[in-house]
């Protein structure tokens, strides 16, 4: 079940990611805010060369498309875009390179690794193996999409707590993975489902005992906030 | 006077909560923190691809790039030809050009590259290419290579001096040899010898974030290079050798990368001088990401390695001599080859007193990529032969593995190295005890035995193994560190050194020295991208080393900055020097007390400097490559893990079922960070030694070029019972930064510990009498081939009566 675009009445899946308190919440963090009241101001460092992308995604609008490009509507993390593209570009480089959401990662380019992960539709899909013209009227969400303004996802504040990354790298996919398995019924909820729905997701660090640490304690917060 | 910044802008936190969390907390979980090919690119940025060689040794016979160059969006292509220095790129010594010129040493060796406007473009363009290649026939067998005296550089250049373009032209000068007593006289005359050998597999890196480098011209004729290596200074020093440019003109920075594990040690720098030559043709910003099929291709690995051992011993299991032989297969070139074979001569003592050994190391080329530095640099392949003998000899006397290996260790009395270093704290047996316990060693030994001895199919493994590893650079010049400390006006600090994050949290241990020093509120003290030209010269983050001296290096800095706070405040306010200190955010001196803020303004406007460099060397540290011995390091970190592995006999496939750790990190610097250390290192090292195969073809084309065949443990394969602990109450005895010890590699080679249980329970098919030879990774595959051979063998046998010679197993 969606935690974006269901209001029903957990906390989690009320989320508007149209609601400008996403912008606040991300700009607090380059001041000090959130930052600097619970984490350590070296936590804002990434800040400051980023200010673009911290920007919420303006709808982008191509208008006609030229020879050789396709037009599709994508919606993501609640904004509307109508985007000309090639018909061999890949989501992920649309979202990267086009909408300058960086968040989601390219670890391999394969469909292996999971870096890529995101939400379409409140299914999580490996990014970079998917065309973006294959998702004409979708509905995207990244992990820039996930907060809901000033408060984290409970998925990402208790990979916070959880100190459930090292370098970093895989943390969004791992993120995306786990919000989709959390709001799926038909994954168990013990620890050996777990492990095995989070599988595709490689974590080269080997941070996973604090992942999956993670994930089960978000689990017990969104069933608390529901 | 200009207007200070007020007080009170910043929150004035007191809490110097015992230690702060990871550095980029926040950006991690919101996708914020960016890495390189994150950023948005400076305007006009183009991007760079480049050909590689279908071939692993061949001669370039005619290049024709003229279609290359037509392709749409194409502004240049380089070749060797184009490099305006030096095409050479090697960290050590030469043998790595930056792009091939007469001849091509391994299949997947940077040839061309192409600049184009995008990175589509830049890829498609680089299939156009046209190159004639004379084919030769590559050496692969490293064994092989030995026997034919092909080997990389072996060591002092100028004790052997060779003719640089022949680095492996039957220059027989390959080994190394440590030794301590007589070795062949000891194993003459040992009541019992045995010899064994082993394949040790490689291991690709698969930093999740691959190989990046961006490059773009500042306005006074210099470079600056984003990159993402463990040693900017290297990717300074060598686009400077490339571009025949000064050092002072290049900027190498590291913000952050994801993830390293040494693949980024000397590797990243062919990326950044080959961004940096398309720059400086070219003028506009360049970056250049290498896909990773490309990636795994290009870059070196793990040195595969193939070791031979003998051991002699008396009945009670105790070595009285061992002959081992490590054969790194190096790839084509020296790259870091000469430390890492270095290393792991070092290591093949492991945690035993060896009695008289020879330890002897040969670097074998083969026309691969050339292997490089990974976690453990050599020390896991190392140990692999010593802990494969202990599980031997238990199974030659009939004993418990664990009683061989405690039999072993070294001790008070038996605490020299086979290289002649004293071990001062030889913290091992204790730590084993202590850990035998916990993990409940003798009865879960038990049980297994009971347990296979009723099951036909399913077999249990049980083994515990230590781990010693010594801690500095094994060439004695990197053990060095600086750091940049600076306070501002407004009480905020910010702190610079010589090391790079990937993951392994330096930077937060960084600022909570930092933070201590001072005595002020964390949140005070950021810290910025790894900069060469806020901290030169500096080492690359290896060797573990990484907290060892930029941590004493910024300590350093803090201390002269805290000093002269100091002797300010007591002139300024008259008070006693001795009764001032810096502490909970503040300066106290008895009843009196100045806050941060303040201290730090009235200081400025006394004209005190508010910044300091500090700057650190490992002291006592040295080694005698002529007569192979030494002190190469300061000190040794310890550990052991028990791993419990259940097996089918009949397909080969096994689970790690339970995994206990004990790890000495002296007075840890940071539990959490260690912890998620010591869990990570020994994940990945069960990757090596259990499911990360690397195949090449007959060619030598490595067919392992992604994850979809090359299998890194996910989170269904981590140990499902996993219990990690710090050893607790023994401060390093070596005054390192707070008492604290190295933790990036040694946990690695705890999962040695899951290879000996593995033929453990492959051994149970012959009731524990033969030891079965397991290569490495010890894939299913080979498992089942393993227990095939035991089964076959022990069919022939007679039948034996077990001897129980383990008190813990006549118990029963
Ligand atoms: S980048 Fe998409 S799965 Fe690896
Ligand atoms: S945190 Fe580095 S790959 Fe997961």
């Known amino acids: 079940m969606s935690d974006h675009q269901n209001n029903g009445d957990s906390r989690v899946e009320t989320f508007d990611a149209r609601s400008p308190s996403r912008r606040r919440f991300l700009k607090s963090m380059g001041a000090s805010g959130l930052a600097a009241a619970t984490a350590p101001a070296w936590a804002q460092i990434a800040q400051a060369s980023q200010q673009q992308q911290n920007a919420p995604v303006e709808p982008q609008d191509d208008g006609a498309p030229a020879e050789g490009e396709q037009q599709i509507q994508l919606t993501v993390n609640g904004v509307e875009h109508t985007l000309n593209v090639k018909p061999n570009a890949v989501l992920l480089d649309v979202l990267r390179d086009r909408l300058m959401l960086t968040g989601t990662k390219k670890g391999c380019d394969q469909g292996q690794c999971g870096a890529c992960t995101l939400l379409v539709n409140d299914t999580a899909i490996n990014s970079c193996l998917s065309l973006a013209v294959s998702h004409d009227g979708d509905s995207v969400t990244t992990i820039e999409g996930l907060s809901n303004g000033d408060e984290l996802h409970p998925v990402q504040a208790a990979f916070w707590e959880h100190d459930a990354y090292q370098c970093g790298y895989c943390t969004s996919g791992q993120i995306m993975s786990a919000v989709a398995i959390l709001n799926d019924d038909n994954i168990g909820s013990d620890d050996a489902s777990v492990r095995e729905a989070m599988s595709g997701n490689i974590c080269r660090c080997g941070a996973y005992k604090n992942i999956l640490a993670a994930v089960q304690d978000a689990r017990g917060k969104m069933e608390g906030a529901s | ?812």
């Open chain 2, 1 to 812: 006077m200009r207007k200070l910044i007020q007080f009170g802008s910043l929150p004035s936190a007191t809490a110097t909560a015992a230690v702060p969390g990871h550095d980029s907390a926040i950006g991690h979980v919101t996708g914020q923190a960016a890495y390189i090919d994150d950023l948005p690119g400076p305007k006009g940025m183009h991007h760079l691809a480049v050909g590689l060689s279908p071939h692993s040794s061949a001669r370039v016979l005619h290049m024709d790039l003229s279609e290359v160059r037509r392709q749409p969006g194409v502004i240049d292509v380089i070749t060797a030809a184009d490099i305006p220095g030096h095409n050479e790129v090697g960290a050590v010594y030469p043998g790595d050009p930056l792009l091939a010129e007469k001849e091509v040493r391994y299949a997947g060796q940077m040839v061309f590259a192409v600049v184009a406007d995008t990175l589509y473009n830049a890829r498609c363009a680089v299939a156009h290419a046209r190159i004639d290649y004379h084919l030769q026939t590559p050496a692969l067998d490293p064994a092989a290579s030995i026997r034919a005296g092909l080997t990389v550089l072996p060591e002092h250049i100028h004790e052997r001096p060779l003719p640089a373009p022949a680095l492996d032209r039957g220059a027989a000068m390959s080994d190394d040899t440590q030794t301590s007593g007589n070795v062949d006289k000891a194993l003459q005359r040992a009541p019992h010898v045995l010899e064994g050998e082993q394949f040790i597999g490689g291991q690709e890196h698969f930093y999740l974030e691959g190989q990046i480098a961006q490059a773009e011209a500042l306005d006074d004729n210099g470079l600056r290079v984003l990159t993402s290596s463990q040693h900017p200074s290297e990717v300074q020093k060598l686009v400077a050798e490339v571009l025949a440019m000064p050092l002072h003109a290049i900027v190498a920075e590291v913000r952050r990368m994801g993830g390293g594990f040494g693949g980024k040690e000397s590797q990243a720098a062919a990326l950044g001088a080959m961004a940096a030559l398309a720059v400086h043709r070219n003028g506009c910003a360049v970056r250049f990401r290498l896909p990773r099929a490309d990636d795994m291709q290009a870059t070196g690995k793990r040195h595969p390695f193939h070791n031979r051992y003998r051991v002699g011993f008396d009945d009670t299991g105790r070595l009285t001599g061992a002959d081992i032989t490590l054969i790194g297969n190096c790839g084509h070139s020296p790259d870091l080859s000469e430390g890492v074979v270095d290393r792991a001569m070092f290591h093949a003592d492991n945690a035993y007193y060896l009695g008289d050994a020879r330890v002897t190391g040969h670097r074998a080329m083969t026309h691969t990529a050339s292997n490089t530095a990974f976690r453990g640099f050599g020390g896991p392949q190392g140990m692999m032969p010593i802990e494969g003998a202990m599980d031997d000899i238990a199974r030659t006397l009939g004993l418990d593995p664990l009683d061989v290996r405690k039999r072993n260790l070294y001790d008070e009395a038996h605490c020299e190295t086979h290289y002649g270093q004293h071990i001062d704290q030889p913290l091992i047996g204790e730590l084993i005890e202590t850990l035998e316990a916990s993990s409940d060693y003798r009865t879960r030994r038990r049980e297994i035995t009971a347990f296979n001895a009723k099951s036909p199919v399913i077999r249990k493994g049980l083994a515990l193994t230590p781990v010693k590893f010594g801690i500095s650079f094994t060439a004695r010049h990197l053990n060095q560190a600086g750091a940049l400390l600076m306070i501002y006006t407004d009480g905020s600090v910010l702190i610079n050194h010589g090391g790079t994050e990937m993951g392994q949290g330096l930077h937060t241990k960084v600022c909570q020295v930092v933070a201590k020093e001072l005595g002020i509120a964390h949140h005070r003290v950021r810290i910025s991208a790894t900069r060469t030209d806020k901290v030169p010269n500096t080492s690359p983050t290896a060797a573990s080393s990484g907290a060892d001296l930029n941590a004493m290096a910024a300590r350093n800095a803090a201390i002269t900055l805290r000093e002269r706070l100091v002797d300010f405040a007591a002139g300024w306010r008259g008070l006693p020097r001795e009764q001032l200190t810096l502490e909970a955010d503040g300066l106290s001196a008895g009843e009196t007390r100045i806050e941060w803020s303040e201290l730090i303004q009235q200081a400025y406007l006394g004209r005190v400097s508010l910044s300091a460099t500090g700057h650190y060397a490992t002291p006592e540290i040295y080694y005698d490559r002529k007569t192979g011995r030494g002190r190469p390091f300061f000190y040794y970190a310890w550990g052991a893990a028990v791993s419990e592995v259940h097996m089918d006999t009949l397909t080969g496939e096994y689970r790690v079922a339970r995994v206990d750790i004990l790890h000495d990190v002296g007075d840890s610097l940071n539990p959490a960070i260690d912890r998620g250390q010591i869990e990570g290192g020994f994940v990945q090292g069960m990757g090596w030694l259990t499911t990360e195969e690397l195949r090449w073809d007959a060619e030598g084309h490595l067919l392992t070029t992604g994850p979809a065949t090359y299998k890194i443990p996910a989170c269904g394969d981590a140990p499902r019972d996993f219990r990690v602990a710090l050893l607790e109450g023994h401060p390093n005895s070596q005054a390192t930064i707070y008492r604290s010890k190295a933790v990036g590699e040694p946990p690695l080679m705890l999962a040695i510990s899951v290879w000996s249980a593995l033929r453990d329970a492959i051994a149970s098919l012959a009731d524990d009498h033969t030891s079965p030879r397991l290569d490495t990774p010890a894939t299913p595959e080979r498992v089942l081939m393993a227990c095939r051979a035991i089964r076959e063998a022990h069919a022939h046998d007679a039948p034996s009566t077990r001897k129980e010679m383990t008190h813990a197993l006549s118990e029963k």
